[in-house]
């Protein structure tokens, strides 16, 4: 079983192994900038739920508009 990590570039695959030592400095670099953007996107979600729950109580606090 080969779990060695791979990675495309331009549809060609590679093995990590394969790259250079520049080059896998890169896929670790674009590796941490994903998993940040993953916890922002995962924190955004809090955010905007925590948003939506502020406002509707909010609704619920305010008088009804007369028509």
Excluded: W
Aim: glycine share 2%.
């Amino acid at each position: 079983m080969d779990d060695e990590i791979e990675v495309t570039v331009d549809g060609v695959t590679y093995k990590l192994s394969e790259l250079g030592e520049e080059a896998q400095a890169q896929v670790a670099n674009l590796q941490f900038v994903e998993k940040q953007m993953a916890e922002l996107q995962a924190k955004l979600a809090v955010y905007q739920t925590a948003r939506n729950a502020y406002q509707a109580a909010l609704q619920q606090l305010v008088p009804r508009a007369r028509q």
